[in-house]
């Protein structure tokens, strides 16, 4: 083993184990993470659902109270209207003991305010003696009770703010109705008494409406519009002020920014329900104080496992001091070494040259071959035209002898234009593409092989689509692997005594042109579309054909497949993309293969 081992295999050890301590690492906070997660969700459940069952109970507590002072104030009404004391007072008009009377009850029973009132509506006896003389004809608690038989109950407005609630009860003597008697409940002692234990209460009558609250902002509102205009201003004050809380409780509603649990209880009264909000503050610090714990204990292990990292950081560098005495000592073998790789270099440096121009003949080569396979096929053309057009000038038919001479004189044209394209078998074409319909570029192609088919008398079946297929390339292109194809196919036949070359043209998400023949098949499907490929005799093809076919095939963007079919012979797909599905195609020429090959 070499000193540049040995090094290498030192240097290899600590590094395997900073590895594993960092993996250790990352192994310790995904559990921390992971444990003040579950810690946070259990906990924060837990929490919450002893909260929640505070809360009720304090609801029903709240409930009962409320519930409790108005069935014992609606009682009063119906004594009062039955004392004698009241009753004469009114008959004679005499209130001078009235007030004192109305004021003794009032110590007795703990009403708010009692009040009496004649026939007309005017207070004739008060507690509150700022409000003797006043007059309450047109209040709801005074008409109504006129009109009742029973003790009423109203929830008035009052100019100040809040409500008023009042029990009334007209006063009768031998079937005549003197005066009604009324007395106001103070509810709104325990409004003050719930805003010191609960965050927000109020209640609400039949209609929704907020009677009583530990907001003053609330009543006479609903609950919707009061919890709006308690909300935060917008929603991104809201977003801050749920990510601040960390443990990111389900509210049900937002009060001044505070996230609230939302509890709600019936009183059996007058349809009267009573909505609590009770803040999370008590979760949150109970949950978040166990988390503290946690992320300690967790912040001292990390803590620890950071000192061990620095002590073996320590002894690394301590190894690493050791170690440059050897690093120096191998500094001028390494020096040999390079100056060894140089000499080496400049030897590969000249076989790359050789190789190069190597190459470029092999290139030229191929180029001579492709050129040579390209103009054979419309030379042995030629030659079937002018030994035709020969005999038609010996039978005295110059006509017909003319439409020969032309095909050649087309022939000639493509021939010029197959030269002219020749770097286009190394490279992505550079000419514009243009729409070809793919039926004229078969008619055009088989008319070319004219010649081929009437010596072999190949019987040709042709399925073309109703409608045109069109796509986007070189029409001279196409027909040259159109060519290559069926001359393939004609080939393949020599040995079958019914030749049969089978064309399908159809168009789906793809231009298919299948070519199908009755010949033996092909025998390495692998490579068939290697260059000088060919199962030919020598003489007939270098093969060259099937390899720039396949080339110019994926210049356009489409393939070339072949396969042999399931009742024999070879079957030839070329696919191409159909004009408006084109993609475009990435176009990096390899400048220097095409300038070894010009």
Request: hydrophobic share 45%; aromatic share 6%.
């Amino acid at each position: 083993m070499g000193p540049l081992s040995q090094l290498a295999n030192s240097a290899q050890a600590p590094r395997i184990i900073g590895w594993r301590v960092r993996l250790a690492l990352v192994v310790l906070t995904v559990v921390a993470v992971a444990t003040v997660f579950v810690t946070n969700r259990l906990l924060t459940d837990r929490f919450t659902e002893t909260t929640r069952n505070r809360a009720e109970l304090r609801l029903a507590l709240y409930s009962g109270n409320l519930l409790s002072e108005l069935r014992q104030s609606a009682i009063v009404p119906q004594l009062l209207a039955r004392d004698p004391t009241l009753i004469g007072a009114l008959n004679s008009a005499d209130y001078q003991q009235s007030t004192q009377r109305l004021i003794s009850f009032v110590e007795e029973i703990g009403a708010a305010n009692l009040i009496l009132m004649d026939i007309d509506g005017r207070a004739v006896a008060a507690t509150d003696r700022d409000r003797l003389g006043s007059n309450h004809r047109t209040d709801p608690f005074f008409i109504d009770a006129l009109r009742a038989s029973d003790t009423v109950f109203s929830a008035t407005p009052r100019e100040a703010g809040g409500f008023s609630f009042t029990y009334s009860r007209k006063i009768m003597a031998g079937g005549d109705t003197l005066g009604v008697i009324a007395v106001e409940v103070d509810l709104q002692k325990f409004e003050r008494a719930w805003a010191g234990t609960s965050a927000a209460v109020f209640v609400t009558d039949s209609l929704g409406q907020i009677i009583i609250a530990t907001e003053p902002r609330w009543r006479g509102r609903t609950e919707e519009d009061a919890l709006e205009r308690q909300t935060p201003q917008g929603a991104i004050e809201r977003a801050i002020r749920v990510t601040a809380d960390w443990t990111a409780l389900p509210a049900d509603a937002y009060i001044q920014g505070e996230a609230m649990m939302r509890l709600e209880n019936r009183i059996p009264f007058r349809g009267w329900r009573m909505v609590s909000f009770t803040t999370y503050e008590s979760v949150r610090e109970r949950v978040n104080g166990v988390l503290a714990l946690e992320i300690m204990g967790f912040a001292i292990l990390l803590a620890l496992a950071f000192y061990a990292l620095s002590r073996r950081s320590a002894f690394r560098v301590a190894s690493f001091a050791r170690e440059s005495a050897e690093l120096r000592r191998l500094n001028v073998q390494l020096q040999r070494e390079v100056a060894e790789r140089k000499r080496v270099q400049e030897d590969l440096a000249v076989a790359e040259q050789t190789l190069e121009q190597s190459s470029k003949l092999a290139a030229l080569g191929e180029m001579s071959a492709a050129v040579s396979h390209e103009l054979n096929q419309p030379l042995a053309a030629m030659k079937t035209y002018l030994a035709g057009a020969r005999l038609l000038l010996r039978r005295n038919r110059p006509d017909e002898a003319l439409v020969s001479f032309g095909r050649i004189d087309d022939l000639i044209e493509r021939m010029g234009a197959i030269t002219r394209q020749l770097k286009s078998y190394a490279r992505k074409g550079q000419d514009a593409l243009s729409p070809v319909n793919m039926a004229d570029a078969l008619a055009s192609s088989l008319s070319m092989m004219e010649p081929q088919l009437r010596q072999r008398r190949v019987q040709i079946n042709r399925v073309l689509p109703p409608d045109p297929v069109e796509v986007l390339g070189d029409r001279l292109r196409i027909e040259q692997v159109m060519v290559n194809l069926l001359r393939n196919a004609i080939d393949a036949t020599k040995t079958m005594r019914a030749p049969q070359v089978d064309i399908i043209l159809s168009a789906g998400e793809t231009a298919t042109l299948t070519v199908r023949d009755n010949g033996p098949g092909i025998a390495d499907l692998d490579a068939l579309f290697e260059p000088f490929y060919t199962t030919k005799q020598p003489g007939d093809g270098v093969g060259l054909g099937l390899a720039i076919s396949s080339g110019i095939v994926n210049d356009l963007g489409g393939r070339l497949t072949a396969r042999n079919g399931q009742s024999g012979g070879a079957v030839f797909e070329m696919q191409l993309p159909v004009l408006g599905e084109q993609a475009e195609e990435d176009d990096h020429d390899d400048d220097k293969k095409i300038e070894a090959a010009e």
